[in-house]
């Protein structure tokens, strides 16, 4: 990973390149982060892979966090790898959630610059409703098609789902459609 | 060339008609299109939808394919997952942090020594807790026979789906000595929790490493038996070679790793790189294919396995003395013996159990070399002794991505074939 100085470069050049988007920078347990405007998520993404001496240019993992009640609430981290210097990078875009009730907050998708976000953002969006903007194939991956919620965000609640037995179905109203 | 026959004038030249031969290639032609006449058959629009699984025997658990064919050749593919989600990063959120070790070990539930390593060195990192050397040992130990274990159970099933039915009986049969091994160690065969966040639950006990290395020194032998047998397997080798070929560049796109982007040439292997564990320590070599296709992916594992094996045994002559598991009251359980004779450990304990450790916030991504891959565990922790995210970056999940480019234009016999050398496990993929 970048240590301290190499992040702050980063963020610099960035900043640099496409005004205003880093917002923050941060060094935790050995790892570099790089906190990024949800607009600019695509130029940063882009930059890291294609600008020589960076050169980000594996995707090793896409996935969603939900800080509730922590603001903003999600954030959705990628993890970018130089393989040839072994370097890990991690840019956390902080999306904030929608007011309205039947929204879902909104991010680019980054499937044409790593095709292996086709599935994670999948996930991403089965699990926590974020919409992956240009998304080839934005569907549900995990669940079943027709399932409602978004179970992984925190004000999900764990619990169990009724399971239909035969001795239970007639306390179920109308199952057998 | 015409020869005379010794019966003379009943069998004169101008009777007979030579029945010309050219080479195959010309004669069917060099896609699987051409040579199935797929295009005369069924025109491009009318192409034939089927779902292959969820239950089919060949897709490794409940996968499921929505094929698209033109005769038998695959045009389009999609899988549909999701048949055996059973919520587990959703359960892990509401226990205590070694209470979700059980929990992640039943994702992927043929390299659980991994899962369990990726969660408590997850977990590790943000204590900011060093284990002990021996600890760390112990842990090589068991994961690359839990490598062994996992790649026997591919080849078995693997060779099952091409027909070798008998690989499936020997392969079980030392994997089996595996799951002994297992159980002499930790009590359990398979899920066994053995890893604690700290280090491992308990020492090896007596006669385990005799056993061990008796296993070590059968073990090169049988995966040379095993080569024997598919190695001249016509059958075998007509449908691994030059099949299912992905190009390295394509499969980095895709996030494949593991044995399928070594296969293709590409030297990555996070326990040479990602230094964690002792591994830095050990003398192993990355297996790397050339060509890239299903016989590559099949020799990589097969040399793999014989690594583990070294590795395996040099950890054993280099296992150092001293505790298995950190010296950390706040986190590590005390001795079962220090609870009838001090108040403090029966305190600890009394507060390790009901509530578990806290661990301060922070968030950490910590990947390593799982059997099928890179294998990584994302945790938040919010302060609380519950885990406030607990994500895993399953490689079967990811690899899947490339079944698709593994498969198009070729036959549907051959998805089988590149399904088998993926090597999916569909506990880790839908978790």
Redo the contacts between chains.
């Keep these: 990973m970048p240590d301290a100085p190499g992040l702050e470069l980063i963020a610099q050049d960035l900043n640099t390149a496409f005004a205003g988007s880093v917002e923050e920078t941060y060094h935790?347990?050995?790892?570099a982060a790089l906190i990024v405007n949800p607009e600019g998520v695509l130029d940063v993404l882009g930059w890291l892979r294609d600008t020589p001496g960076q050169e980000y240019?594996?995707?090793?993992?896409l996935?969603v966090?939900?800080?509730l009640p922590g603001e903003p609430r999600f954030g959705v981290?990628y993890?970018l790898l130089n393989?040839a210097r072994?370097e890990?990078l991690?840019v956390k875009v902080a999306l904030p959630d929608v007011a309205g009730a039947d929204e879902l907050p909104e991010i680019d998708s980054c499937v044409e610059l790593?095709?292996?976000?086709?599935?994670?953002e999948r996930?991403a969006y089965d699990?926590f409703g974020i919409v992956f903007r240009g998304h080839p194939d934005l569907r549900?991956?995990?669940?079943?098609e027709d399932y409602v919620g978004w179970?992984?965000r925190?004000d999900?609640p764990?619990g169990g789902e009724p399971v239909l037995f035969t001795h239970n179905e007639v306390e179920m109203p109308r199952w057998y459609e | 060339m015409v020869r005379v026959s010794a019966v003379g004038d009943r069998d004169t030249v101008a009777d007979r008609e030579t029945l010309e031969r050219t080479a195959d290639e010309r004669l069917v032609g060099t896609t699987a299109i051409e040579r199935t006449g797929a295009e005369d058959l069924e025109p491009a629009e009318e192409l034939l939808t089927i779902n292959m699984g969820p239950h089919h025997p060949a897709t490794h658990g409940v996968l499921r394919l929505v094929v698209n064919l033109q005769g038998e050749v695959v045009k389009d593919l999609r899988p549909v997952m999701g048949y055996v989600h059973t919520g587990i990063e959703k359960s892990c959120e509401d226990k205590a942090y070694w209470k979700v070790i059980p929990f992640v070990e039943r994702m992927d539930y043929l390299s659980y020594f991994f899962q369990m390593e990726a969660f408590c060195g997850a977990v590790e990192r943000l204590l900011e807790m060093e284990i002990p050397p021996r600890a760390k040992y112990l842990r090589v130990i068991h994961m690359e026979l839990n490598r062994i274990h996992s790649h026997l159970v591919w080849l078995g099933t693997s060779a099952l789906d091409l027909g070798a039915m008998s690989m499936f009986f020997y392969c079980f049969r030392d994997r089996d000595k595996i799951l002994d091994l297992f159980e002499m160690s930790s009590g359990q065969r398979m899920h066994t929790r053995y890893f604690q966040v700290g280090g491992v639950f308990e020492d090896i006990p007596l006669g385990f490493e005799r056993n061990l290395r008796a296993f070590c020194a059968e073990m090169p032998s049988r995966i040379d038996q095993y080569a024997a047998i598919l190695d001249r397997n016509e059958i075998f080798l007509n449908r691994t070679r030059d099949v299912g070929i992905v190009s390295r560049e394509r499969l980095l796109e895709l996030g494949v790793t593991g044995p399928l982007l070594r296969a293709a040439g590409e030297p990555w292997d996070l326990r040479k790189v990602g230094h964690y564990l002792c591994y830095d320590e050990l003398d192993f070599k990355i297996p790397v294919g050339t060509v890239g296709d299903g016989y590559d992916r099949y020799r990589v594992r097969m040399a793999e396995m014989r690594e583990s094996v070294r590795i395996v045994e040099q950890a054993l002559d280099g296992l150092p003395e001293g505790p298995w598991i950190a010296d950390d009251r706040k986190i590590v359980l005390p001795p079962r013996d220090e609870l009838s004779t001090s108040m403090e450990a029966l305190i600890h304990h009394f507060k390790l159990v009901t509530e578990g450790f806290r661990v301060p916030p922070g968030e950490v991504y910590y990947p390593i070399e799982g059997p099928r891959g890179e294998l990584g565990c994302f945790v938040v922790a919010d302060g609380s002794a519950k885990p406030a995210r607990v994500h895993f970056r399953d490689p079967s999940f990811v690899n899947l991505q490339a079944l698709r480019d593994m498969c198009l234009d070729g036959y549907l016999a051959d998805l089988i074939q590149n399904l088998a050398m993926l090597d999916p496990i569909l506990g880790g993929i839908d978790r």
């Design positions: 935790e347990h050995d790892q240019g594996f995707m090793s993992s996935h966090a939900d800080y981290h993890e393989m072994v890990r991690r790593f095709p292996t976000a086709e599935f994670q996930e699990f549900r991956i995990l669940m079943p179970p992984l925190r999900f764990i």
